[in-house]
């Protein structure tokens, strides 16, 4: 028996709205995955908005745009720093011909610190993670490029949902997430942003759903 997952997802703000869905099957160690857009059904049999993927967790992720002719790939390892855990991640735009190098050092369970840095750029973004009471969860994050912070905080409630909130000091976006993750249930996502340097645009909107089931 074979596991899937089905995700749908839809978002909307003042010029369009648009809506996604996709389904990923687990085949032995790797996991495929198959995501469209409303303009993949929407124009007949077109490919826009296809996209293929395959997965072997936490080895390797390899992503296929269909109509742009365009891939993904992302390389994810784990070495041992001062007796620490440090994940890195590799991940590489054959498109736009850009790579990401990202690095998280755990120091224990409620403290890690993260940098993210896009080869040929001089900055790099610096994040780090604090977890209050197993509950509370503080994240400022400094980008050295554009020379502003950027400020999340998040909070457990009622055991499997997630409360979150997010500022961004250069864009002045202040952003709203509720999440639940459930296995018996499927998971959701809620999430409502708004730019408060521009008071006449709409705020924006996303919904996002995922189901786990048995083939």
């Given amino acids: 028996m074979m ?3 089905l995700k749908a997802k839809y978002e909307t703000d003042k010029a369009a ?23 993949t059904v929407g124009n007949g049999r077109s490919l826009d908005g296809l996209a293929l993927a395959v997965e072997k967790p936490g080895s390797f992720i390899f992503d296929y745009n269909v109509p742009k002719k365009d891939f993904r790939f992302q390389f994810m390892n784990s070495i041992r720093v001062l007796e620490k855990p440090l994940n890195l991640n ?12 990202d690095g998280t050092l755990v120091f224990d369970s409620a403290n ?7 080869l040929g750029s001089r900055g790099c973004k610096l994040k780090y993670s604090y977890v209050h ?21 998040s909070r457990k409630v009622y055991g499997a949902d997630v409360c979150r909130a997010t500022y961004q000091t ?8 509720w ?16 730019c408060l340097a521009d008071e006449l645009k709409m ?13």
Wanted: net charge positive; hydrophobic share 40%.
């Fill in 179 to 194: 999440s639940r993750s459930s296995k018996l249930n499927g998971s959701f996502k809620v999430a409502a942003s708004l």
């Fill in 90 to 101: 590799y991940i590489h735009f054959r498109g736009d011909n850009r790579t990401i190098l």
């Fill in 133 to 153: 009471g197993g509950l509370t969860t503080f994240e400022p994050s400094y980008d050295t490029t554009k020379n502003s912070w950027d400020f999340a905080v």
């Fill in 3 to 5: 596991k899937a997952s």
């Fill in 17 to 39: 709205a648009t809506g996604a869905a996709s389904i990923a099957f687990n085949a032995g160690d790797f996991k495929l995955r198959a995501s469209m857009t409303d303009a």
């Fill in 203 to 215: 705020p924006k909107l996303t919904a996002e759903s995922s189901w786990d089931f048995d083939i």
């Fill in 170 to 177: 250069k864009s002045k976006n202040l952003g709203f997430e």
């Fill in 112 to 118: 890690k610190v993260s940098a993210n840095h896009v």
